[in-house]
């Protein structure tokens, strides 16, 4: 069997893969016998005419190009299986048990939702000269997609929008493509600014990430508190691209940096960061929760929104100072679910949890704090390996193989949830007891 290789110019070269698919399903090539790659080197053959061998039905063009903007490499070879079986099965899209077909329909929904998701939460800056800048990294290919909203949104305003994938420039009416920008390399807001000050004029967008580098931020009297930009780098690199036991970060820096770039799990997709932990380097006693919420995910910082203030609450009750403690989660991106514009939570899986344990033992390696408390049944499974029923495990101390020890207690969000008052004041007062027990093994000395 001759195998018959595809070159698409692009990763979402729609009018190409249509063009080619419209050929060899007209010379009765099978898929089973097509490779479809893409090379930036290849040129789109595009649209190209009608062809009058075969109609392809309109719902299925829609549902095509919505799935040609997912990331996952099957997308083509996909898309071609089915304008293959439509020949012979015409009601086809309509059997939403079909393997091929539901897996269609998961991506375009995928891709609707990262589409949906650019709209919402990009964060636009003012940079001078008047254009609005944002830097985003979509789940899925849809930068392009979304520009005609954004063109609406600012009303003839210029525009850019910075991704891993492309670069996006509107300006007079039209949209200008640059090369994307690695997430290692994507400027804070201070470097943004002067990257496009330097550029003002040129009507054209930073096309590499050299551009960045040579807009430095300026020189202050303060020290420099950023940690040093090429470890940076080389650990947000680790964490996209390294296995689970390479690279082992070394600082909390390096933990911050590759959380935000963590790849280890799918829940960075629909995240805006990651979360990573904060407090002291040599804190004794940590607190590790379940995942960011939504206020944790736009801040950046754990327990910032209500149960951060009810545990803020608690540690004031238990006469510890919140600056001394470490406080980490045991998921470090949110994952929810979309309910309008609002972002509701949902717990995370088991697998979850345990990709993400390796960032928490890096946590707990770097800061070695004497206890680590366990707020809630997801933080005890990334804790110990293993699940702790919460009420019965409270009061109790546990070993740890790196002779820390470990506490259970409540998550701060379930005092939220509890309705009746008076089992909440009492379910109030546990908790502050749970961290005050804490505390006071943390004072206590052990052997190495």
């Known amino acids: 069997m001759e195998t018959r290789t595809v070159r698409l110019s692009a990763e979402t070269d729609f009018a190409g893969w249509r063009a080619a698919a419209r050929t060899l399903r007209t010379e009765g090539v099978s898929p089973d016998e097509v490779v479809w790659t893409v090379d930036i080197a290849a040129r789109s053959t595009g649209e190209g005419p009608p062809d009058r061998a075969f109609t392809t039905p309109r719902a299925f063009l829609e549902l095509a190009r919505e799935v040609a903007l997912h990331r996952s490499d099957e997308r083509f070879s996909l898309l071609y299986r089915l304008l293959w079986r439509l020949a012979r ?12 077909v539901a897996r269609a329909l998961v991506m375009a929904r995928d891709v609707e939702r990262a589409l949906q998701r650019m709209k919402a939460f990009a964060r636009f800056h003012r940079v001078e000269p008047g254009v609005e800048v944002a830097w985003f990294e979509p789940a899925h290919r849809v930068t392009e997609r979304a520009a005609p909203f954004f063109a609406q949104r600012f009303a003839g305003r210029p525009f850019a929008i910075l991704t891993p994938d492309v670069c996006l420039l509107h300006r007079d009416g039209e949209h200008l493509l640059f090369p994307g920008v690695d997430p ?16 003002a004029g040129t009507g054209l967008l930073p096309a590499s990430r050299e551009t960045f580098a040579m807009a430095a931020p300026p020189k202050s009297e303060a020290p420099d508190a950023r ?26 820096d390096e933990v911050r940096a590759g959380v935000d770039a963590c790849r280890r799990c799918e829940l960075w997709r629909d995240a805006t960061q990651g979360v990573a932990g904060e407090g002291p380097a040599a804190a004794r006693l940590m607190l590790v929760g379940e995942q960011p919420g939504d206020h944790e995910d736009l801040q950046g910082r754990p327990f910032v929104g209500p149960a951060g203030a009810v545990l803020d609450r608690a540690l004031a009750a238990a006469g510890i100072a919140r600056g001394e403690v470490y406080v980490t989660n045991a998921v470090k ?54 699940t702790l029923p919460v009420a019965r495990s409270r009061g109790r101390a546990f070993d740890l193989p790196d002779h820390a020890q470990g506490v259970v ?34 004072k206590q000395e052990r052997s190495p």
């Open 89 to 100: 099965e015409p009601g086809l899209l309509h059997r939403r048990g079909d393997a091929d």
């Open 184 to 199: 290692a390399d994507a400027p804070d807001e201070t470097r943004l600014a002067e990257g496009l000050r330097a550029l």
């Open 227 to 252: 940690p040093n930009r090429r470890l940076v780098r080389a650990a947000q690199k680790a964490a996209r691209d390294g296995a689970y036991g390479s690279h082992p970060p070394l600082s909390l």
């Open 333 to 386: 991106h949110f994952k929810h679910e979309l309910r309008g514009r609002r972002r509701l939570h949902k717990s995370p899986d088991a697998g979850e949890v345990r990709a993400c344990r390796w960032w928490l033992d890096a946590e707990r390696r770097i800061v070695r704090p004497r206890v680590v408390v366990a707020l809630g049944a997801t933080a005890a499974l990334g804790v110990f390996g293993r």
């Open 409 to 442: 207690t409540y998550h701060p969000s379930y005092l939220l949830r509890v309705p009746d008052p008076s089992v909440k004041d009492e379910a109030f007062d546990a908790f502050v007891n749970d961290l005050g027990f804490a505390w006071g093994l943390s």
